[in-house]
């Protein structure tokens, strides 16, 4: 069974350019979360789909950030216009339930 | 506030001492726990959780956590540790919600 992959490994921009970042989960799975990681700090939820509707997005910090999953497969997280602190890594999971979150490797976001 | 901690950023161990990682919660009630381990290069790989029942868990690779309430603790631990182990453990914890909370992270370094 494959795992949760992410698009791409990693991206480099310049501020005020846009980026969209891939997730395709573990088929069958219809939860789906996007996580981040800034410099130095924890691990921190974004948002969470149920099939392609988004259940909490409570934790997506800005509007600049549009997190969509069209048809409850993949999902894509677009940053625009991206700023210098929007830079780490983007950690996107998903579930079959409530049980165990499987993570993908993260897409390593570089805003200079 | 809901919350995780874990005290150490880094640990240093020597190739085939025992281990134990510190994780400390914060929630309302027994929340679901669980111990993430990041490799460089890799995603986050489940080790274990727990949701409820006996207080000590089994994992993957050889790692075992015990849940004890009186100190909100879910201490991570190997008994001889393996210098493929060197990676950046995190501990993370959830409630009725989806969202993970996860803590700050603990780099292990083994020395040969």
């Known amino acids: 069974e494959a795992g949760v992959t992410q698009f791409p490994s990693h991206s480099v921009i310049e501020k005020g350019q846009t980026v969209t970042l891939r997730c395709d989960p573990i088929?069958?799975?219809?939860?789906l979360y996007w996580y981040r990681r800034v410099m130095g700090k924890e691990i921190k939820f974004l948002l969470h789909f149920v099939k392609e509707s988004k259940q909490d997005e409570s934790g997506m910090p800005n509007n600049r950030f549009l997190a969509e999953r069209t048809g409850g497969t993949y999902s894509t997280l677009k940053v625009q216009p991206a700023e210098l602190e929007d830079s780490g890594v983007y950690f996107c999971a998903s579930s079959p339930t409530a049980d165990t979150q499987y993570f993908g490797p993260g897409t390593r976001l570089t805003v200079l | 506030a809901q919350s995780v901690t874990q005290p150490d950023i880094h640990i240093t161990v020597s190739e085939g001492a025992s281990l134990e990682l510190r994780c400390n919660y914060s929630?309302?009630?027994?929340?679901?726990l669980f111990w993430y381990v990041q490799s460089p290069g890799q995603g986050l790989q489940l080790l274990l959780k727990y949701f409820s029942g006996d207080t000590l868990v089994q994992g993957i690779k050889g790692f075992e956590a015990e849940f004890k309430r009186s100190q909100s603790s879910f201490n991570l631990r190997k008994p001889s540790v393996h210098w493929s182990d060197a990676a950046e453990y995190f501990c993370a914890a959830r409630d009725s919600s989806y969202k993970l909370i996860f803590g700050s992270g603990t780099r292990l370094l083994v020395r040969p």
């Open positions: 088929s069958g799975h219809d939860n």
């Open positions: 929630y309302g009630a027994t929340p679901y």
